[in-house]
Nanobody
Framework: QLQLVESGGGLVQPGGSLRLSCAASGFTLHYYVIGWFRQAPGKEREGVSLISSDGGSTNYADSVKGRFTISRDNAKNTVYLQMNSLKPEDTGIYYC?????????????????WGQGTQVTVSS
């Protein structure tokens, strides 16, 4: 059974940084496109970033470009999301997800396996 577990969330002040991790168990991560999504209270889940199975291609939502960096370490079966210059509007539950599509977009429907999420709160 495919399992994804997120970690690294927490409370941070505006302008601060966090690094989220997405660890996989029960399957080999490097066969999948991995995406990060977030959901703020009262809002729909939105795509943040994704990385191709070989790590050669990445995609970011306009709202996080230049501030967030996605990477993967297939040897550790883990994907990371480095988040810098955090803003209050980055607050939400962050989910990682796996897609078996050869090419995936930052759409919820492109991803079939999801983690439970980790809370990120940006506040002074």
């Amino acid at each position: 059974q495919l399992q994804l577990v997120e970690s690294g969330g927490g409370l941070v002040q505006p302008g601060g940084s966090l690094r989220l991790s997405c660890a996989a168990s029960g399957f080999t991560l490097h066969y999948y496109v991995i995406g990060w999504f977030r959901q703020a209270p009262g809002k729909e889940r939105e795509g943040v970033s994704l990385i191709s199975s070989d790590g050669g291609s990445t995609n970011y939502a306009d709202s996080v470009k230049g501030r967030f960096t996605i990477s993967r370490d297939n040897a550790k079966n883990t994907v990371y999301l480095q988040m810098n210059s955090l803003k209050p509007e980055d607050t939400g539950i962050y989910y990682c997800a796996a897609s078996s599509l050869l090419v995936a977009a930052l759409w919820v429907t492109d991803f079939g396996s999801w983690g439970q999420g980790t809370q990120v709160t940006v506040s002074s």
